[in-house]
């Protein structure tokens, strides 16, 4: 799978972010993206070929590993990094439109239009919501699916067209485990990120305006 396009958009998103965003982009970028690429993909590459079960009747290996593994946990984790991703399109998306605008008045609309204020600071607080909400769903997603945050080495099977409870053995069991406590470490580090960020904004802005108005009555 080719990740040009999130680095793109990864790139894209730091030109306006805040320092806080910045370093959310670097986790994002060198501590899943990069990871992923080089390592957890390799790793999770033949999962289904070496699930191995102590019988050998028809199918039974397929709706066990169907069964335990319902969606691949290197898929899901592409899934997240993609959709936690997307909501920056909101803000590089509003940046264009204030740039298309100026473009079409023939005329300096903004005295930035990648500064975040006005409405591009509602978009980005989105944004940081979204991003958020995001991923939190996904860990509680994570959890469920696969029954808390775990890999068990030995899993039992009593699945038709199993004829009785068989054994079946999940291949590096260990390796894939710490790269699930990795993922789960790096998606609570950007949750903390995103609500530091959405603080210090939130912060930053009603001192902005509480000063406005303090000024404003005093003249």
């Not at 590089?92 to 023939?106: M, P």
């Amino acid at each position: 799978m080719s990740w040009a396009f999130l680095r793109d958009l990864l790139s894209g998103v730091n030109k306006y972010s805040t320092g806080i965003g910045r370093i959310w982009v670097a986790v994002v970028f060198m501590f899943r993206l990069l990871v992923y690429v080089a390592a957890a993909e390799n790793i999770w590459k033949r999962e289904h070929d070496e699930f191995e079960c102590n019988i050998k009747q028809p199918g039974c290996e397929n709706v066990c590993f169907d069964h335990f593994f319902p969606v691949s946990h290197i898929r899901l984790w592409a899934l997240q990094l993609i959709i936690v991703s997307t909501p920056s399109l909101l803000v590089v998306f509003h940046v264009a439109y204030r740039e298309n605008r100026e473009k079409q008045h023939n005329q300096k609309l903004y005295r930035n239009p990648g500064k975040i204020d006005g409405g591009l600071l509602c978009t980005y607080l989105i944004s940081l919501i979204l991003k958020t909400g995001l991923e939190i769903f996904f860990l509680v997603l994570f959890y469920k699916l696969y029954n808390g945050f775990k890999i068990p080495r030995l899993v039992k099977c009593d699945i038709k067209p199993c004829p009785n409870t068989v054994d079946c053995y999940i291949s590096k069991p260990t390796e894939k485990m710490i790269f699930l406590y990795f993922l789960v470490a790096t998606s609570c580090l950007c949750i903390v990120l995103n609500l530091s960020e959405l603080s210090y904004l939130i912060f930053k802005y009603s001192i902005k305006c509480y000063l406005k108005r303090h000024m404003k009555k005093q003249q």
